[in-house]
Antibody, heavy 121, light 113 residues
């Protein structure tokens, strides 16, 4: 059974940092692009970042470029999101997700349950 | 960036009746090489992650009831629930995966009338 379990969320002050993790199991993690998607409270979905199977290619939405870093450890079947210089508008539930094997351009078939990040003083 | 819009913002439909949600992309998401529309539909219920319903604009995900169907091509797409059930109350999002950054529509809330 495919499982994605996010962790690392919490309350952080503006300007602070947080590192999210996503533990993957039940599939061959190293063969999929992985994605982070977020959802602000009561709002819609926003694609945040994705990372290639070997970590050699990464893409970000403009609003997080230079502040967030996506990474992965295929030996640990884990995906990460390092979030620096956090702002109130980064407050959201953060989901990790993936879709088609070996494809950048993919729908999102599997989602974790999400972890809540709250940026507030 | 490709901007996704949806209409209506919300709708209320009687049980057993049809619900139709529209999605429009600011540029075509039809890939010329494989003639596939890079468009998906998701259902999200409160306090749950989104669930994939439709991909390639019209391919139903395994296990999704056949009352859900997707149609359209290029820039205009539709999700239809042919006979609304109580468990279909949710927010529905379209999603383009044609170009990075991948983007979602703002969502359409479906309720029972």
């Amino acid at each position: 059974e495919v499982q994605l379990v996010e962790s690392g969320g919490g309350l952080v002050q503006p300007g602070g940092s947080l590192r999210l993790s996503c533990a993957a199991s039940g599939f061959t993690f190293s063969t999929y692009w992985m994605i982070w998607v977020r959802q602000a409270p009561g709002k819609g979905l926003e694609w945040v970042a994705n990372i290639k199977q070997d970590g050699s290619e990464k893409h970000y939405v403009d609003s997080v470029k230079g502040r967030f870093t996506i990474s992965r450890d295929n030996a640990q079947n884990s995906l990460y999101l390092q979030m620096n210089s956090l702002r109130a508008e980064d407050t959201a539930v953060y989901y990790c997700a993936f879709g088609r094997e070996d494809s950048t351009y993919t729908f999102l078939k599997y989602w974790g349950q999400g972890t809540l990040v709250t940026v507030s003083s | 960036d490709i901007v996704m819009t949806q209409s209506p913002d919300s709708l209320a439909v009687s049980l057993g009746e049809r619900a139709t949600i529209n999605c429009k992309s600011s540029q075509s998401v039809l890939h010329s090489s494989n003639k596939k529309n890079y468009l998906g539909w998701y259902q999200q219920k409160p306090r749950q992650p989104p669930k994939l319903l439709i991909y390639w604009a019209s391919t139903r995900e395994s296990g999704v009831p056949d009352r859900f169907s997707g149609s359209g091509s290029g820039t205009d797409f539709t999700l239809t629930i042919s006979s609304l059930q109580a468990e279909d109350v949710a927010v529905y999002y379209c999603h383009q995966y044609y170009d990075i950054p991948f983007t979602f529509g703002p969502g359409t809330k479906v309720d029972i009338k």
